[in-house]
């Protein structure tokens, strides 16, 4: 029903600047919200940014004032400013989406999906 693709990890240097982009296609279901996910090695995925389908948005508290996540609704993409980048952010990046069934034969049921993630390298 749905498919996440991520795009624009690559290398930085500590105190740069990288761009991530999730588009999102398929057919039959409605966003409730899309949010970016990261992973460093040894560690647990956590959340980092999220966005409503109403424009809300939530981070996590490190990285607030950092990165900011936006959306394109025409192209059904979801971007992730990240600025001043730490080398400790140095992770595998899950675009994540939440929606719910447009189809008939299950309108309305609740779906998660998952990119296959992009890698964001931080150097110091």
């Known amino acids: 029903q749905m498919q996440l693709v991520e795009s624009g990890g690559g290398l930085a240097q500590a105190g740069g600047s990288l761009r991530l982009s999730c588009a999102a296609s398929?057919?039959?279901?409605?966003?409730?919200?899309m949010g970016w996910y990261r992973q460093a090695p040894g560690k647990q995925r956590e959340l980092v940014a999220v966005i409503t389908n109403g424009g809300s948005t939530n981070y996590a508290d490190s990285v607030k004032g950092r990165f900011t996540i936006s959306r394109d609704n025409a192209k059904n993409t979801v971007y992730l400013q990240m600025n001043s980048l730490k080398p400790e952010e140095t992770a595998v990046y899950y675009c994540?989406?939440?929606?719910?069934?447009?189809?008939?034969?299950?309108?309305?049921?609740?779906?998660?999906?998952w990119g296959q993630g992009t890698q964001v390298t931080v150097s110091s």
């Open positions: 994540n989406a939440d929606t719910r069934s447009l189809r008939y034969s299950n309108y309305g049921s609740a779906m998660e999906y």
């Open positions: 398929g057919r039959g279901f409605s966003i409730n919200a």
